[in-house]
């Protein structure tokens, strides 16, 4: 298989497809690792006309609801390095969960929600080399929760996306201001079913 070919991930049923090629990755039963190269991000500056969209990002359709979740390790070097989960409705409606590294230098995990341009929230900041992120579908709106022990989940955001039609899930290594960096994502679990209460750390 090459570098281009998606990879398959045991616990994702659905068939996964490259919004942008990694450039290397390794998969395992319940795991994934994605490289990228230097100024790579997908985020739609309020600033700027266009969006920069080239991060490596693996991704497929979700119907129906639904929780993603995943232990994600970065290896940090730069401010912004991070590891990603992501939901994309299309090239302007897409929102990330990131495990990320502040200018300040700490691991962060930070939501951005883009409707055309992106808007950029930081949440809390993580003691330790990883963390548990899920996404979650409730119908027609959508979760984002966290967890340092994947026992205890906090609430991170919780929003609707524009647009009609599927969504697509999955996950994406970004590097903008860097050289480039590895996001590990293990522990990869999905289900079928709807979250019961967005506010009970459950």
């Given at each position: 298989?090459s570098?281009?070919d998606?990879?398959t991930i045991?616990?994702?049923?659905?068939?996964?497809?490259?919004l942008t090629?990694?450039?290397?990755?390794q998969?395992g039963?319940r795991?994934?690792?994605?490289?990228?190269g230097?100024?790579?991000?997908?985020?739609?500056d309020?600033?700027r006309?266009?969006?920069?969209a080239?991060?490596?990002a693996l991704?497929?359709a979700a119907r129906g609801?639904?929780l993603l979740s995943?232990?994600?390790?970065?290896?940090f070097?730069s401010?912004f390095d991070a590891?990603?989960?992501?939901?994309h409705r299309d090239?302007?409606?897409?929102a990330?969960?990131c495990?990320?590294?502040s200018?300040?230098g700490e691991?962060?995990?930070?939501?951005?929600?883009?409707?055309?341009?992106?808007?950029?929230?930081?949440s809390?900041a993580?003691?330790?080399?990883e963390v548990?992120?899920?996404?979650?579908?409730?119908?027609d709106?959508f979760?984002?929760h966290a967890s340092t022990?994947a026992?205890?989940?906090?609430l991170?955001?919780?929003f609707?996306?524009?647009?009609e039609?599927?969504?697509s899930?999955g996950?994406l290594?970004?590097s903008?201001t860097?050289?480039g960096?590895?996001a590990?994502?293990?522990?990869?679990?999905?289900a079928e079913?709807?979250?019961?209460?967005l506010?009970?750390g459950?």
């Amino acid at each position: 298989m090459s570098l281009t070919d998606p990879p398959t991930i045991a616990p994702v049923p659905m068939p996964l497809r490259w919004l942008t090629p990694a450039q290397d990755w390794q998969v395992g039963e319940r795991s994934l690792v994605l490289g990228t190269g230097p100024a790579t991000d997908l985020f739609a500056d309020p600033a700027r006309a266009e969006p920069l969209a080239n991060a490596p990002a693996l991704v497929g359709a979700a119907r129906g609801d639904f929780l993603l979740s995943a232990r994600v390790r970065v290896e940090f070097a730069s401010t912004f390095d991070a590891g990603v989960l992501l939901l994309h409705r299309d090239e302007r409606n897409w929102a990330k969960l990131c495990f990320e590294l502040s200018p300040q230098g700490e691991p962060t995990v930070v939501s951005v929600v883009t409707r055309g341009v992106s808007d950029d929230c930081n949440s809390f900041a993580v003691k330790g080399a990883e963390v548990w992120l899920r996404i979650a579908r409730l119908g027609d709106c959508f979760a984002f929760h966290a967890s340092t022990d994947a026992v205890f989940w906090r609430l991170v955001r919780y929003f609707a996306l524009e647009g009609e039609g599927e969504v697509s899930i999955g996950f994406l290594v970004q590097s903008p201001t860097g050289e480039g960096c590895r996001a590990r994502f293990d522990e990869i679990g999905y289900a079928e079913r709807r979250l019961v209460d967005l506010r009970s750390g459950g």
